[in-house]
């Protein structure tokens, strides 16, 4: 039994007109998601990093040479405000991780680069990074877990969360 059981069990036993089996799977993937939130932030500390640091660096480092994009490639990448992306990149800017310059073929647009500096740290945080979930994932054998993203894929495509374009520097 988890916390979310013990939830239901009491819609169950006080409130028995109404369905909750939703909660069943809400409850849990909220859940999942506050302790994940959690939990995710640990390996960064050691780096200096604040997880939503890591976010930028790890969309820049996997979008390939030369490891440059805008910053609405990267507020659609991460999927958070524009504000959000100037506050987070001007942290990583002041600690020589990234940087920042007008595109030249457009000035409308910056571009955001990974510094060798940024690059170096991104490689050696990703492994701890990579070390942590597999420990959050321990649990789950092979087959459970190909079953879980399956079904965490099916949902996020069915509600809208895919991909609008390729991750290119040149949009």
Known sequence: MDRVDQILNQWETHHQHIDPSPMAQIGRLTRVARILDRELKKPFAAYGLQFSEFDILATLRRSGPPYRLTGAK???STMVTSGAITHRVDRLLAKGLVTREDDPSNRRFVLITLTDEGKDIVEESLNAHLRNEERLLASLDHN???????LLRRLLIDWGDVPSSPLTATD
């Open 74 to 76: 990267l507020m659609e």
């Open 144 to 150: 459970q877990r190909q079953q879980l993203a399956d």
